[in-house]
């Protein structure tokens, strides 16, 4: 079946502009993570949303960083007056909400994002 | 406090010969770990997880991990390396406050030479 899908996968902008990454998860994922991933290092959590439960935004590194869920399937992350430091790969995950956090998650390919 | 450390940057296999990467974790309460792997412009791919059970759980690819709790550790191994399995790897385990969040580690680049 069709995994997690980002949009787009590549994205040059200059500092100053916003922008909008989107994310599909898999189908019947209830749960979604936005990470960010600076080269070659680990992953940075943002954001989770459950269901329609509230949002869990405590890795947004500021208030130009925002998402939203709508109809608990796709997913946008938008960034504010873009600065040269938000250059990374933004990459989203679905998961199962399996009890306890059993399930994996499932990622996507990432938007690497450019400000220049 | 929470943490996963991966102490290896980088480890180096000839391919053919037997890989570990290493794995050590501090949570309170019964850990929850996994293994993902990320291939060069690929997103992160889901390898094994150790819930509860048998101390060694097998994954896809070939690769295995064994829990060891006294250790508190979660090594990934794999009997025969393939050069195809250059990668870089990353252990997560469940944050004790919030089940739904993982805690990674800064992962390890595996590089297999022929």
């Known amino acids: 079946g069709a995994g997690v899908s980002q949009s787009p996968s590549n994205k040059v902008t200059e500092k100053g502009k916003d922008v909008e990454l989107r994310c599909d998860p898999i189908s019947g994922h209830t749960a979604l993570y936005w990470y960010r991933q600076s080269l070659g290092q680990g992953l940075e959590f943002l954001i989770y949303f459950q269901g329609n439960s509230a949002p869990d935004k405590s890795g947004l590194p500021s208030d130009r960083f925002s998402a939203e869920r709508t109809g608990g399937s796709v997913s946008t992350l938008t960034i504010q007056r873009t600065q040269q430091e938000d250059s990374a790969v933004y990459l989203c995950a679905s998961s199962l909400s399996l009890t306890g956090g059993q399930g994996e998650q499932y990622f996507g390919p990432g938007t690497r994002l450019t400000v220049t | 406090a929470q943490s996963v450390a991966q102490p290896e940057d980088q480890v180096n296999v000839a391919e053919g010969n037997p890989l570990t990467v290493k794995c050590t974790y501090s949570v309170s309460g019964n850990p929850y770990l996994f293994w993902y792997v990320q291939y060069p412009n690929r997103g992160l791919q889901f390898l094994l997880k150790?819930?509860?059970?048998d101390n060694l759980v097998k994954g896809s690819y070939g690769f295995e991990a064994e829990f060891n709790k006294s250790q508190t550790s979660f090594h990934l191994k794999k009997p025969s390396a393939l050069v195809s399995d250059s990668a870089l790897y990353f252990c997560?385990?469940?944050?004790?406050?919030?089940?739904?969040?993982?805690?990674w580690g800064a992962g390890t680049k595996l590089i297999i030479k022929p």
């Open positions: 150790y819930i509860t059970g």
């Open positions: 997560a385990v469940r944050a004790s406050d919030r089940n739904y969040q993982l805690i």
